[in-house]
């Protein structure tokens, strides 16, 4: 069993930034691929981010290529994700999730999910 917890979202203007947190417990976090997923009124769960064990690789969706960054610290057993020239498109529930190998883009291939943050762009 591992636990997932994100916090961090809110509401923020057009071009603004936010930083999403999500900390992990269960078992030992430098081990464990982990993504980002989000998902928007009346629109399927969608990848976002990916990044592996250590943190020396990531992918993200073409969507928030060049305006997201994810990483993550082992040492304090956290993930983030910076969200730089938010779009109101961006708007959406928010999921970290694990259990899956690095770079999986499916919502069925992980088992371990968060409860979610909400994250909404006015424009």
């Known amino acids: 069993q591992v636990q997932l917890v994100e916090s961090g979202g809110g509401l923020v203007q057009a071009g603004g930034s936010l930083r999403l947190s999500c900390a992990a417990a269960?078992?030992?976090?430098?081990?464990?691929?982990l993504s980002w997923f989000r998902q928007a009124p009346g629109k399927e769960r969608e990848f976002v981010a990916a990044?592996?064990?250590?943190?020396?690789?990531?992918d993200y969706a073409d969507s928030v290529q060049g305006r997201f960054t994810i990483s993550r610290d082992n040492g304090k057993s956290t993930m983030y994700l910076q969200m730089n020239s938010l779009k109101p498109e961006d708007t959406a529930v928010y999921y970290c999730?694990?259990?899956?190998?690095?770079?999986?883009?499916?919502?069925?291939?992980?088992?371990?999910w968060g409860q979610g943050t909400q994250v909404t762009v006015s424009s």
């Open positions: 269960g078992r030992p976090f430098s081990y464990v691929a």
């Open positions: 990044i592996n064990w250590s943190g020396s690789r990531v």
């Open positions: 999730a694990a259990g899956a190998p690095y770079g999986r883009r499916m919502t069925g291939e992980y088992p371990y």
